[in-house]
Structures are given as structure tokens and as C-alpha cells.
């Protein structure tokens, strides 16, 4: 969701919660736990009939609360088992530079995840690469050579684990 602001730039608003009955809810706790589920399963499991899963699903993506679904790809099993965090650190936060990084950052092969924060650090890098050589150079020949950060950081990931979640108990 966005609006358009007076310089012309498009700016994120905060979307209204929507309300979820328990339907809803069995139906994304289905699809996080195997997004590939029928519609005659997940109906099923959510204890519904078919006709009602579909509307509802189909209503969940357009009230922005199911926003698609994805494979999940293991990165060892691609040749990519060393994970780490690279901070960065800007010398200039003009809006169009920081949009300009964030969009070369979200691109950068190897690039899992990238968070744009506050705080001492403006972006926070998740990593997986080949190995010290491939984070060496992905550090060197994608993210210091930018003439906007000034310093990066990086930790090494020894696991990670997925979280929760949103959904409610």
C-alpha cells in the first residue's frame, strides 16, 4: 500500500488489520505449514466447503493479508552454506540514495534477505554464500565499492531457525 507525497514519491502507509475468524486462520496455517495444498485438502483441513475455501482464499489475497506463496530453497543443497549479516553503515541519507542501495542490495546474488533499519546501521544484509572467499568478495565487489556506505560490519551466521510467525495460537 502506498501513497503518493508531495515530492512525488510514493510512500508507505500502515494497511488496516484485517479480522480473521478461525476459517481464515485454519486456511494460512495450512498454506505456511505446505503452500502447495490443494484446495479440496486445505477445504478439508480447514473443515469447510471447497467453493467457500477458494472465495475465502481468493478474499485473503485481495485484503493483502496472503501476499503469495513461495519455495523455500536450501541453501547448502545449492552450494551456498556459509550465512552471514553484513551491517552497513551510510554517509548519506538522502532518500533517493538510500532507495538506490536498498533496490542494488535486494538484487545482489546471495542476498536472502535485507532489512532497512534504524539505529547505528541503515541496512542489515542475511548472506549465503559458497564460502569466506565468496563473502570476502561479495563484501568488496557489491557493497563497499557503493560511494555511499561508509562502513560495513559483518558477523558470521552459525544457524538459523525460522520463527513463529504472525498467525495467532
Not at 478439508?44 to 471447497?50: F, K, L, S
Not at 530453497?73 to 552497513?88: F, N, W
Amino acid at each position: 500500500m502506498g501513497v503518493v507525497v508531495a515530492d512525488g514519491q510514493s510512500k508507505k502507509t500502515q494497511p488496516s488489520p484485517v479480522a480473521l475468524d478461525g476459517t481464515d486462520l485454519a486456511i494460512l496455517a495450512a498454506l505456511v505449514e505446505d503452500g502447495r495444498m490443494t484446495n479440496a485438502a486445505l477445504a478439508a483441513r480447514a473443515g469447510v466447503a471447497e467453493s467457500t475455501c477458494a472465495y475465502r482464499v481468493r478474499a485473503l489475497r485481495e485484503s493483502g493479508v496472503l501476499t503469495g506463496i513461495r519455495a523455500r530453497l536450501d541453501p547448502e543443497a545449492l552450494g551456498r552454506p556459509l550465512h552471514a549479516i553484513v551491517k552497513v553503515r551510510l554517509g548519506s541519507h538522502s532518500r533517493e540514495h538510500v532507495h538506490h542501495l536498498y533496490d542494488r542490495l535486494v538484487n545482489l546474488p546471495g542476498a536472502m534477505s535485507v532489512f532497512h533499519v534504524g539505529g547505528d546501521d541503515d541496512f542489515l544484509v542475511h548472506v549465503a554464500v559458497s564460502g569466506p572467499e565468496a563473502l570476502r568478495d561479495f563484501i568488496l565487489e557489491h557493497v563497499t565499492v557503493h560511494p555511499m556506505v561508509r562502513r560495513t560490519e559483518t558477523q558470521l551466521v552459525f544457524e538459523v531457525r525460522e520463527g513463529r510467525g504472525v498467525l495467532p495460537d
